[in-house]
């Protein structure tokens, strides 16, 4: 009865210790992040304003402006997002859902994941030479829009992956059972029942691409000059920088704190709303 009564208490104290330390992490995690936005919301929303969001740099002046680097950032967002879900999510359904070849499937999985862990500047190197310099494409935003498609397609084909395997296997029995075909199973009952999964994969590929600088630095440029993109000779031969490439340069090159600062106030709420964005098409695709 004693070993019962020790027993029992060995495991509350368990329990305990564990959820102390769970609710330890959480809370650090929460703290961390508190503390970075309240930094940067302090440091960089004094110096905020219409002039510079509406505005461009010109040293002669003295005046600083990120109007070409929020183009040049949606430009490539939109650019190699277009270009990146529609294959990485293809080949995920493919994998998941036709593929009867194993070795296949585990060797793509293994190429998937070792791609997803190479550091960026690998990447920046490669499309350097491909795109710049073999295909010609010089330094300019293509380029770095389709270096960035080929850096968040592994992100984009795991994220999309992992969500359809969780999808019950009941359901696709039943919706062939009622005589559906096999894509109009995979378009009707997997990806709704899958969309959270595959809007999460989208947030962190979408976020990769806003957030990334050394890419953009090697293949599309430091310019800081708005660009022409009314035409398609312009939309092929734009160069630029993001607004992680200007809040390098503002904090590396100029020294000009209270910009970067600004900047990274910018690029903290454009995060949040992709977030808020991809939270509202994930329910309303889940309605339809």
Known sequence: MGRRRSLTLRRRLYHAGASALVWL???LCCALLLFL???ICIRGFPGISWAFLTGTESILQGTAGILPGIVNTL????LSLAIALPLGVGAAIYLTEYARNRRLVHLVEFATEILAGIPSIIYALAGMILFCTVLRLQKTLLAGSLTLAIMTLPTIIRATQESLKT????????ALGLGSGQWRMIRTVVLPSAVDGITAGCI??????????????YTA????????????????KA????LTVALYVYAKERADFAAAFAVAAVLLALAVLLNFAAGA???KLQKK
């Open 281 to 283: 098409a994930s329910k």
């Open 37 to 39: 936005v309240c930094y």
């Open 239 to 242: 160069s630029g920088s993001t």
């Open 75 to 78: 430009y490539v967002m939109v």
């Open 167 to 174: 999808v019950p296997r009941s359901y696709r029995e039943g």
């Open 25 to 27: 992490s959480a809370l």
């Open 204 to 217: 962190l590929a979408a976020g990769r691409v806003v957030g990334e600088s050394a890419v953009l630095m």
């Open 221 to 236: 440029g430091l310019s800081m000059v708005m660009q022409d993109f009314s035409t398609i000779e312009g939309l092929m």
